[in-house]
């Protein structure tokens, strides 16, 4: 210190080099970083766009529809049909309400424009896919996070609690609450569904809690006077993002797959409502005569579950850099060459 | 001995390079060198200079994103570009490896005589009767107590030198020529790192193979090369016989290197600072810290009734081998461990029993600073706001006051202002580790209790970071518990040492009187282990080590 206080022109030399390294040095947030990873993933970006787009595509085709309280509010969409219109059944050569130009998915049995239909069916799905994602993500995280860092009696209480609800089969839950709920409409079935499907996320949030409590930034917080409050949610929290969202994105293709299937059996969205599951189980005796009943819904539900699971692929990789991808022929041979200065030569 | 000088290995004009992003960024530029037979070749460099890279890329052993070039030949045959088949029959056979970390190079679901076993059946036709009988042979050979039994063990059964010793024994297992040890001592105390370099002094004389060391540790270098090479960002900076690096290092680089290294017995004087009725900063008291038994593990206790004082403005070096409980120490004297009996006081406050919010009170006047700089810092954080996090938390200062303390305080720890908005990952290690101490002196504390803060950091680096950490001792007057392994850095920095063994104090007093003239018998073996940065008085105390045993 004493050598730099009688040559200040060394101290300005120093932090001149020094930010000058500060420039070469500064990175990106690891925000970005994850950002960068996520759109080098090809099919998860094309996925994320194939789903905006159906989103879109279906609630302004179908407009919008919330009978929840007293006065139901409804938005007409695009489509002039909606699903309770029964338009004079189009005959074609060999059978009826097949793809007309008029009806692009053809009609059903009672002349009903399937096109309306199965719109009005993704809509459902796509809402019950976001309510029990956020539901469940939610519960999942906090029981996760609360057992995860507390452990002891607390850890032991919410975890057996956890074992219990795993072990009741998902479709026996599904069946109770559709059978209660069902006919209330697709929100309140949702919800429902979304206290119940918390149990494999907290068991992850839990285990990364774990490791992560034991980090020592945990530690120098702890330290410094942070309440466990702020240990959970400013510190330990962020680091474990990466895990909740990944599972959550791979969980809502799973809810997709319950109400759908919910809706088969019968214990789902009741009619008059549809859901792509129910119009399924509705014209399954059709598959032979007129097969565009079975095709479309089943399109439409492969189609959202495998974007969202590209998504939530895409997310993994981008948040696990240990994962490399496999680097092709063609970029090893573009790659250029990149010397850096030759310390012996100074 | 006219086979001695056989060359073994020969590697000329050798090229590795790594894929990143389009971009091939070098490992390793335009290396060459020769090893002969009975002959052992030091690659010295520190992390990130491309030494372990070029070992691994030898016989191909690098991910898929590397590439080399130039020429290597193992007795004459080209290793580079040669089928995949022909690899795998030098590999092991004629090229042995050892690695840094036993416990990960061995597999744990399998004995380890079944691993040496695996080896030599993979390279000859033998009976396994018969290869049991050469993998106990060669257990003795590395002098693993007790061969017959300990083939059966599996890696867990085994202490980490025990590990190292079965580790070599799977390499010999073939009679390679070339053995290529990558750090083999970092992950190992002194004491047993002594051990193994003599074991491999014995092997390389008896089995007159070539043996090519990687590591960043110029004592282990000392004690063991015939030839340095010296590496800097993948380029060879300088080549030379042991005497003529460590003695006449021509390059500039090299002769920073060998100054920034520690050496025992050559720091400063440092004399007490104690007054004799001023009051103590940390004061433990027959301290008993205990885990407490988890299911099967029975309980464990870390620290047997320990005693140790620290007055005002003290550096006191608490040295000890791992598991000695010195971490546990340092942790409970902060509040972060419970005491299972005794006494912790910090400026004569009791920390043992006392309620979260006495603590949180007594903890402003500690800091700490963590071993690992990687794990240390919230990855999510921006560094200003973990610097700042005990100033707002204290409600000392918040908003544009609270920037500017920052500010202040990264300029106390030599980094550029800016640097408060940017996130961990973006700083090199010895960066992070001043942003540790910015953040444990953020509220001017009385006692800095440092945990092995410099054992992840380049001897070069650490130069650095002890020298900032006295001038800020000596600017701030702190008091300092100082934990560490390595005696050369304490010896820098103590007034006082204290070892410890097996969670006891073995031995404490004046820095001069423990490093010169130590008392008790474990510290003496302490000391005589530890290697000496200069091949002739590492001879030296290498044949009075013997001779005395």
Redesign the interface.
């Known amino acids: 210190m004493s050598e730099n206080n009688q040559n200040p022109n060394a101290v300005d030399a120093a932090d001149e080099e020094r930010d000058l390294i500060a420039k070469e040095t500064v990175g990106l947030s690891q925000g970005q970083l994850i950002r960068k990873r996520f759109l080098n993933h090809k099919p998860a970006v094309f996925s994320l766009f194939f789903l905006i787009f159906v989103t879109l595509f279906v609630y302004s085709a179908s407009g919008i529809h919330l009978n929840w309280g007293a006065t139901p509010i409804t938005v007409q969409g695009w489509w002039p049909y909606t699903i309770t219109d029964i338009p004079e059944t189009v005959f074609c050569d060999t059978s009826v309400g097949c793809p007309t130009w008029q009806h692009p998915f053809g009609q059903d049995p009672l002349g009903r424009d399937y096109f309306a239909l199965v719109m009005r069916g993704a809509e459902q799905s796509i809402v019950v896919m976001l309510i029990i994602g956020f539901f469940g993500g939610f519960i999942g995280t906090v029981v996760g996070a609360i057992s995860g860092y507390f452990r002891g009696w607390v850890d032991a209480v919410l975890m057996r609690f956890t074992d219990f609800i795993i072990t009741i089969p998902a479709i026996i839950i599904g069946a109770v609450i559709g059978f209660r709920v069902g006919n209330l409409g697709v929100v309140p079935l949702a919800i429902y569904l979304g206290l119940f499907s918390w149990t494999g996320l907290s068991r992850l949030v839990r285990g990364e809690f774990l490791s992560l409590r034991e980090r020592e930034f945990v530690d120098a917080a702890r330290v410094a006077g942070a309440s466990n409050r702020r240990i959970i949610f400013k510190h330990i929290l962020p680091n474990a993002m990466g895990v909740i969202i990944v599972s959550v994105t791979l969980m809502l293709s799973g809810a997709i797959l319950l109400e759908t299937g919910l809706s088969y059996i019968g214990f789902g969205v009741q009619a008059p409502d549809v859901s792509l599951g129910s119009l399924i189980s509705d014209y399954q005796d059709s598959f032979t005569v007129s097969p565009w009943l079975f095709y479309w819904p089943g399109v439409l539900i492969i189609l959202i579950a495998l974007s969202v699971n590209f998504i939530g692929d895409g997310l993994r990789d981008a948040f696990d850099p240990r994962q490399r991808r496999q680097i092709s022929r063609k970029e090893l041979l573009k790659a250029t060459f990149k010397k850096p200065a030759d310390p012996t030569q100074n | 001995m006219t086979s001695a000088r056989e060359a073994i290995l020969e590697v000329e004009n050798y090229s590795v ?1 790594f ?1 990143v992003d ?5 490992a390793a ?1 335009d290396m060459n060198f020769t090893v002969n037979a009975g002959q052992v070749l030091a690659i010295v460099g520190e992390s990130g200079s491309g030494k372990s890279s070029s070992s691994m890329g030898l016989m191909s052993l690098l ?3 590397a ?1 080399t070039s130039g020429s290597v030949r193992v007795k004459g045959i080209e290793m580079l570009g040669t089928s995949k088949a022909n690899l795998r029959k030098y590999r092991g056979k004629e090229v042995a490896y050892i690695f840094q970390e036993p416990m990960t190079a061995l597999n744990p679901v399998y004995t380890i005589g079944f691993q040496i076993i695996e080896t030599i059946r993979n390279h000859f036709n033998v009976g396994p009767t018969e290869a049991r009988q050469r993998a106990i042979e060669l257990l003795t050979l590395v002098e693993l107590p007790d061969p017959e039994t300990s083939v059966d063990k599996f890696p867990h059964q085994l202490s980490g030198g025990q590990r190292q010793r079965a580790m070599i024994a799977q390499a010999l297992a073939c009679d390679p020529s070339l053995l290529i040890a990558d750090e083999p001592t970092t992950a190992l105390d002194v004491t047993v790192q002594a051990e193994i370099i003599e074991l491999m002094r014995n092997l390389k004389d008896k089995l007159n193979s070539a043996v090519l060391l990687i590591t960043h540790d110029m004592g282990v270098v000392a004690d063991l090369a015939d030839d340095i090479l010296v590496m ?6 300088e080549t030379g016989t042991a005497d003529q690096i460590f003695n006449r290092p021509q ?1 500039p ?1 090299t002769q920073q290197l060998l100054a920034a290294v520690p050496k025992l017995g050559f720091a400063q004087a440092r004399p007490s600072v104690h007054l004799d009725n001023a009051q103590p900063v940390l004061e433990l008291q027959n301290l008993v810290i205990e885990y407490p038994k988890r299911g099967r593990i029975p309980a464990f206790t870390a620290v047997k009734d320990l005693s140790l004082t620290i007055f005002p403005g003290e550096i006191v070096g608490l040295v000890g081998e791992s598991g000695s409980g010195k971490t546990t120490v340092g ?1 409970a004297a ?1 509040g ?1 461990l419970p005491v299972k009996s005794g006494s912790i006081k910090i400026n004569g406050q009791e920390i043992a029993g006392a309620t979260q919010k006495e603590l ?1 009170g007594i ?2 006047a ?3 600073v ?3 700089p990687a ?7 921006p560094i200003g706001e ?1 610097i700042g ?2 100033i707002l ?2 409600g000392l200062a918040k908003g544009e006051e609270l920037q500017r303390k920052v500010e202040d305080l990264l300029e106390q720890v030599e ?2 202002r ?2 408060r908005n ?2 961990p ?2 700083l090199s290690g010895g960066q992070r580790q001043r942003v ?1 101490i910015a ?1 444990a002196l ?1 509220l001017t504390p009385d006692l800095l209790i440092a945990d092995e803060p410099t054992s992840a950091l380049d001897v070069s680096v650490q130069a650095r970071f002890l020298d900032l950490l006295l ?1 800020l001792q000596a ?1 701030l007057k702190f008091a300092c518990l100082f934990i560490s392994h390595d005696l050369a850095v304490v010896d820098i920095l103590a007034h006082r040492i204290a070892v410890m063994q097996n969670g006891q104090l073995v031995e404490a007093g004046m820095r001069d009187q423990i490093l010169k003239n130590p008392q008790d018998p474990y510290t003496q073996r302490l000391i005589a282990a530890v290697p000496v940065p200069d091949p002739a008085v590492q001879r030296a105390r290498r044949e009075a080590r013997l001779g005395r045993d």
Request: net charge positive; no cysteine; hydrophobic share 30%.
């Open positions: 390079e894929w389009g971009v091939w960024y070098p530029i991910a898929t994103n590439r800097k960002d993948g380029f060879t900076v390059h680089y942790r902060i972060l949180s903890r402003r500690t800091g700490i963590f071993q690992d794990s240390s810092l919230n990855p999510r954080l973990s996090e005990p938390l204290a980094l550029p800016a640097y940017r996130y990952h973006e540790g953040r953020a001038e600017e």
